[in-house]
Structures are given as C-alpha cells and as structure tokens.
C-alpha cells in the first residue's frame, strides 16, 4: 500500500455483507426414508442397469481368443478382406450421398451380408 498516494483521501462508502442464514434442516421422516429405500434396493429394474451389463459382460466369449480368430482369418484370407473392405466403402460412400442418418451401420451391416454370401 505505499505506492498509493494518500493525499487525494478517497472515501468509500462501507459495503454491508450479509451472511446466508441458515435455516434448519429439518430430518426425512421414516415413510419417505422407506419410500427411497424401497425404489434404489432393486437395480435389476432399472433400464441403466441392464444397459451397463450388456456393454461390460460378455458371456461365453472370450476376447482375446475372438480378436486372435479375426487376425488369424485376416492373414489367411487377405484377398476376401479387401474385397470386404471395398464393398464396405462402396455401400458407405452410397448410403451418405443418399443422405442416410445411419450410413455406416448400413454399410457395416451390408458388409457383413456380402461376406456371409460371398466370401465364405
């Protein structure tokens, strides 16, 4: 505060701070206690349960074994998987200038079709 020069004496005018009163809380009453109780006990029912399941277990697959049986099928079929590989990129280039919302699940979804009928 030394580099202020005090000579001009500058007055403020005194700023009232007013504190949050807290009010107080009043405690949940058994009925709503066992209301809640009631509705979190059983996550089987909720729809974001059953959601987080299906996207964190995988039943009787295995993923190291599926991506080592994918790579092993790349290198013994190169040819096949480029063929795949265009018609994907043909289906998909299509379907977007069609304007489809959902063109690359189309494609993928057409890819696997083409493969299924002949590639195998």
Known sequence: MREINNQNNLNFPKVEIKK???QPVE???????????????????????VIGRSQVQMS????TDSLEADMKTMLDNP?????????????YNHLQAKGADD???????LTNAFKEDFLN
């Open 20 to 22: 949050d009163v807290q």
């Open 27 to 49: 405690a949940p009453k058994a009925e709503e206690m066992n209301a809640q109780a009631i509705t979190t006990e059983d996550l089987s029912l909720s729809p974001e349960a």
């Open 60 to 63: 009787g697959i295995n993923k």
């Open 79 to 91: 040819q096949s998987v480029q063929k795949a590989v265009e018609f994907f990129d043909i289906a």
């Open 103 to 109: 063109a690359y699940e189309k494609a993928a979804v």
